[in-house]
T-cell receptor
Framework: GDSVTQMEGPVTLSEEAFLTINCTYT??????LFWYVQYPGEGLQLLLK?????DKGSNKGFEATYRKETTSFHLEKGSVQVSDSAVYFC??????????FGTGTSLTVIP | GAGVSQTPSNKVTEKGKYVELRCDPI?????LYWYRQSLGQGPEFLIY????????DSGLPNDRFFAVRPEGSVSTLKIQRTERGDSAVYLC???????????FGPGTRLTVT
């Protein structure tokens, strides 16, 4: 079945460091791919998305490229800030109704 | 405008009791979703409503779980004969239609003692 495998955390980085959070997926067709973020005490928020192969989603300095050949959607940011500390979830949407989420990666950025 | 709201934010109940969790979606959103998030896991799909009808309830774990959306707006997730394994954060999301961005509420943390 459809599923998402996400890099385990927690991840701790110094401010201005480069961030990569790996995400790979399994799907029988061509899903849409998403990154959601959950800041402390808040609900899940959409960070970025890509709906077809080779699309790049970007927002708030974060980027992820939909790679069909490697079935991946890795999240990257060139210079993280303390305010980026949160839990990040990779997700896929295939049938149009159900999101399949990864287990989440906790990121802590220290000054 | 207001986002998705859920009440209560926290609910503690004893094993065997009945609970109701409420979701108020974004006004005008026709699609509504319930998810369950256990500690250290990502959200797992429970049920999806399009309007008043449950279009997909394949994620409900067993017949103790039931959800309604009688007027196509507010939804209630009902859990009968609660078990300790039901303890989790229950998330609600709404969207303007099938396949469009889902907006999540803050969740209800259910603890069954």
């Amino acid at each position: 079945g459809d599923s998402v495998t996400q890099m385990e955390g927690p991840v701790t980085l110094s401010e201005e460091a480069f961030l990569t959070i790996n995400c790979t997926y399994t799907a029988t067709g061509y899903p849409s791919l998403f990154w959601y973020v959950q800041y402390p005490g808040e609900g899940l928020q959409l960070l970025l998305k890509a709906t077809k192969a080779d699309d790049k989603g970007s927002n708030k300095g974060f980027e992820a490229t939909y790679r069909k050949e490697t079935t991946s959607f890795h999240l990257e940011k060139g210079s993280v800030q303390v305010s980026d500390s949160a839990v990040y979830f990779c997700a896929l949407l295939y049938t149009g109704n159900q999101f399949y989420f990864g287990t989440g990666t906790s990121l802590t950025v220290i000054p | 405008g207001a986002g998705v709201s859920q009440t209560p934010s926290n609910k503690v109940t004893e094993k065997g009791k009945y609970v109701e969790l409420r979701c108020d979606p974004i006004s005008g959103h026709t699609a509504l979703y319930w998810y369950r998030q256990s500690l250290g896991q990502g959200p797992e799909f429970l049920i999806y409503f399009q309007g008043t009808g449950a279009a997909d309830d394949s994620g409900l774990p067993n017949d103790r779980f039931f959800a309604v959306r009688p007027e196509g707006s507010v939804s209630t997730l009902k859990i009968q004969r609660t078990e300790r394994g039901d303890s989790a954060v229950y998330l609600c999301a709404s969207s303007a239609g099938q396949g469009t961005e889902q907006y999540f509420g803050p969740g209800t943390r259910l603890t069954v003692t």
